[in-house]
């Protein structure tokens, strides 16, 4: 395995930028093979690092893939001796600490398959720079410490009438040779990688938006012709978003215009660039007959973050990129608190901690696990991570439990007001909230230095005589890779008493129920007063900590937590419990090769939960999902593919058969045949009702099969229309499956966010997506590789949800992927490197899956030179040798 340029890159070796640029001023003549980039930049020397009477340091410009046409300096080209082409960028040497430099260069977009850069996406032109992009635009000090005003004029034929960048619009006119050329500019200095451009033959919508202040903003959302009829959600919660900004953050809009141009090839799920945001067409168009509600509400809330990253990362932005999490965990905190205010809040919070648990635990288990700020990285696109973004949102969500709403308020307004227009560090973010409340967060920093998930343990004691309850919780995180010694965390840990007639106790004279725990050393025990008798404990409310809790409850405590608890999200995790030491019991029965022993304590929480009318039906929904098999992977020990697949499914068949009647009535009880709404109650409906038809088909009745052809065929909404789908594909007969995938495709082949469901439901099928048919759709005409939606689709569909059928005995799903890796990095490395993801874990599973996967990782070592993204990640896999 040879990577052609790989080094490693640490925090620690930071330094100031040696030149500042004061402005920008770009010039685009757009062409697919050969575009013409023309920079003026204002550059001067940094004050900060400058000494008295210096020789002037040579100016280093970032540059990948461009062609240098010429070098000038305050008008004069410049010599070929005073510049130097090197890999990676061009030094130039300088003579006087203020200048003008102007660089040309030539750009090739149709060949950039990368998606980095400047390239194209069904004939329109667009950008994405974040990370480190701009450096394939042209050469620039592409380093996010570096603001600049920018100015830029696209030059484009006729048939780009449409031709966007960021700020407001300057000057637009027709050049001597008939072709289009529009002026942008954005006032507020920005690093590179906020750029945009936008040129293609684009319809938008229109709307507009009163700011606090009383300014009026113009909301523009740019699409192609067909998609016209899809934006209205989006803008929608946009507006729900600045609105909210403003009175929960005190956070205005600046700008006179924001806009959203929606394209079908992006990397990710959206793009921040100031005014003028980026989307993957999947993250912001929806109508209620193509989107499903989660659709919806995924488009909500990353369109309030890309929304919110106006402030936590623009206005104020990072010094380098291991601070990504300051701009990062911030916004995801803050586009959850959004969605939990808009929707459900239980409900946000389980799909938040559902992802943690399954995908960001096993990340800090693994090969590739970093803390929240990472200390070194080969490829920075590799640390897009769920550590940075969720386990760092989990990171200032604790701060907010420790310090309260309104410190909290106070700290940010501080952070805001301290840091506009600058380029920051997780550090500054934590003394703004010291500061602002003469509070002290010292222990709590190890919080962004260590890596690993902190696992706690819990032992309680009663002491009738005295009255007094005690918890002692020890706590310790894993060794991580480069890091073996963990020191104690500062750990809040969210707490309630329960009695035994189930009402919460008063844990203190003020009578507060509920009270959180300051956990700062290896072990503490936490004691409480006039407790009558042995009261029940509610640990770890609303998921307080990302860590993993240990607590010997018993199956009827567990179902007790489940009726009585007064914290929502308890009452669903006291469900996990008990569903997962279900699974685990059928798990051991297997591996002994015993009769696997019916479920009983988990169908007897079942059916409480499906009685229980007062309970939110989305919660319910929630109760009633088995933890995925992913999930299950992640609860420690050796993985048996092998036995969570069949202890899995014996349990669901288990459930389905003895509550079928609760499901069918609660099942027609839900029907809605009324206008499809994207409500928080309307969508816990369905989702309620779409799990009861799930398992009423599991049960495989004819008469559920028969239910759920009238829900596809009625067709209401793509949610239950794919709801019902995914059914008959995976409990019908194939003949069935087969006949109304047919029918689906046929009515829904010309809309790509459709075409895209309908491959990921065939991909992640347990029964149905074998790899045979996986790679059948590889095959089919809508498949393809150079757009990662699809990738994501069907390859990703197979590999990351499709447990069962990647984890075939012959080890063929394994180097099935292999295969698509080796091809997918000489196109795009940034998709390639997250697909290999699931070979990284070889080595949690049982010997022969282990050395399986092992072998397809190092079929891609060995197939010659690999991009850096994919280099970096196989070789810390297979390190671990
Ligand atoms: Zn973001």
Not at 838 to 867: C, F, V
Request: with cysteine; charged share 25%; glycine share 6%.
């Amino acid at each position: 395995m040879k990577d052609s340029q790989a080094r490693t890159i640490y925090l620690k070796d930071y330094q100031a930028p040696d030149y500042l640029v004061d402005h920008t001023d770009l010039s685009f003549e757009l062409d697919p093979h050969a575009t013409l980039v023309k920079s003026r930049l204002k550059i001067r020397r940094n004050p900060a690092v400058a000494q008295a009477n210096e020789t002037l340091p040579p100016l280093w410009l970032d540059g990948v893939d461009l062609e240098l046409l010429s070098v000038s300096v305050n008008g004069e080209l410049l010599p070929v001796q005073r510049y130097e082409q090197r890999a990676g960028g061009l030094s130039v040497s300088i003579d006087t600490p203020e200048f003008e430099l102007e660089v040309e260069t030539r750009i090739a977009p149709e060949a950039n398959t990368s998606l980095e850069g400047l390239y194209l996406s069904n004939g329109m032109y667009c950008t994405q720079c974040e990370a480190e992009g701009f450096r394939k635009i042209t050469f620039y000090p592409d380093r996010p410490d570096v603001m600049s005003v920018f100015t830029t004029t696209i030059i484009a034929p006729a048939t780009y009438p449409v031709l966007l960048s960021n700020g407001n619009k300057l000057d637009s006119g027709i050049t001597e040779d008939g072709r289009l050329s529009v002026t942008w500019e954005d006032p507020f200095a920005k690093p590179s990688y906020l750029f945009a451009l936008v040129a293609g033959d684009l319809q938008h919508v229109e709307d507009s938006f009163t700011t606090c202040s009383g300014r009026e903003v113009k909301l523009q959302l740019f699409t192609e012709a067909r998609n016209i009829g899809k934006c209205a959600h989006a803008m929608t919660s946009l507006k729900h978003s600045m609105r909210w900004d403003e009175e929960v953050y005190g956070r205005e809009y600046d700008l006179d215009i924001f806009m959203i141009v929606a394209v079908d090839h992006f990397n990710m799920g959206a793009m921040e660039n100031k005014g003028l945001n980026i989307f993957n067409s999947a993250c912001v168009l929806a109508s209620p007959e193509t989107a499903t509600d989660a659709a919806f509400q995924r488009i909500e809330s990353i369109v309030a973050h890309e929304y919110f990253h106006n402030w936590s990362g623009n206005r104020v932005t990072c010094r380098d990129w291991f601070q990504l999490s300051l701009k990062e965990g911030f916004t995801v905190f803050r586009d959850a608190e959004f969605s939990a205010d808009m929707n459900s809040r239980a409900v946000k919070r389980i799909e938040d901690v559902t992802l943690l648990r399954t995908s960001q635990f096993a990340e800090d288990a693994g090969p590739m696990s970093h803390p929240v700020r990472p200390d070194s990285y080969m490829e920075i696109s590799n640390f897009y991570t769920l550590t940075v973004y969720e386990k760092g949102a989990e990171v200032v969500r604790m701060i907010h439990t420790i310090m309260g709403p309104e410190a909290f308020r106070r700290g940010s307004d501080l952070y805001f007001d301290r840091h506009d227009g600058c380029a920051v560090t997780c550090e500054d973010f934590v003394a703004a909230m010291e500061d602002a409340n003469g509070a002290d967060l010292k222990q709590f920093r190890r919080w962004y230095s260590q890596a690993g998930t902190p696992v706690l343990d819990v032992e309680d004691g009663y002491d009738e005589a005295l009255g007094e309850y005690s918890l002692t919780i020890r706590q310790q995180t894993p060794e991580t890779p480069g890091q073996k010694d963990k020191l104690p965390l500062h750990i809040p840990v969210t707490i309630g008493l329960l009695a035994e007639d189930g009402r919460p106790l008063p844990l203190d004279a003020s009578g507060q129920t509920e009270a959180v725990l300051h956990l700062t050393e290896a072990s503490q025990t936490f004691t409480f007063s006039g407790i009558a008798s042995r009261p029940l404990p509610s640990l770890l409310r609303g998921f307080s900590a990302p860590v993993k809790l240990r607590y010997d409850y018993s199956s009827a405590q567990l179902q007790f937590l489940m009726q009585h608890d007064t914290d929502s999200f308890n009452r669903w995790d006291a469900c996990q419990r008990l569903s997962l030491n279900s699974l685990q019991s059928l798990q051991q029965q297997y591996r002994a090769g015993e009769a696997l022993q019916q479920p009983t304590a988990l169908i007897e929480g079942y059916a409480a939960v499906l009685d229980d009318e007062t309970l939110d039906p989305a919660l319910v929904a929630k109760m009633l999902a088995l933890p995925s098999a992913q999930e299950l992977a992640e609860q420690g020990g050796e993985i048996d593919a092998a036995a969570i697949i069949v202890a899995r499914t014996f349990a669901r068949d288990a459930i389905a058969a003895a509550l079928a009647e609760r499901f069918l009535s609660r099942y027609r009880a839900l029907e809605q045949h009324k206008p499809y709404s994207p409500t928080a109650e309307d969508i816990a409906e369905r989702s309620l009702k779409n799990t009861c038809l799930s398992y009423l088909c599991a049960a495989g009745s004819a008469e559920a099969l028969a239910l759920a052809k009238v829900q596809f065929e009625r067709g209401e909404n793509m949610t239950d229309a794919a709801a019902a789908l995914a059914a008959l594909v995976e409990f019908g007969t194939e003949a069935q499956a087969e006949e109304f995938l047919e029918a689906f495709y046929q009515q829904w082949q010309q809309d790509t966010q459709v075409v895209e469901t309908w491959f990921g439901l065939q991909s992640g099928s347990a029964k149905y997506g074998t790899l045979e048919r996986v790679q059948k759709l590889i095959a089919h005409p809508a498949f393809e590789v150079k757009n990662p939606n699809k990738v994501r689709a069907v390859i990703a569909g197979y590999t990351m949800r499709n447990f069962t059928q990647f984890h075939r005995e012959d080890g063929t799903g394994y180097i099935f992927l292999a295969d698509q890796v080796i091809a997918l990095d000489k196109l795009n490395p940034q998709i390639a490197a997250r697909l290999v993801t699931p070979l990284t874990r070889w080595k949690k599973y049982r010997a022969q899956e282990s050395a399986q996967i092992h072998a397809a990782l190092q079929k891609i070592s060995d197939s010659g030179e690999l991009s850096r993204d994919l280099y970096e990640v196989v070789s810390k896999s297979l390190e671990q040798d």
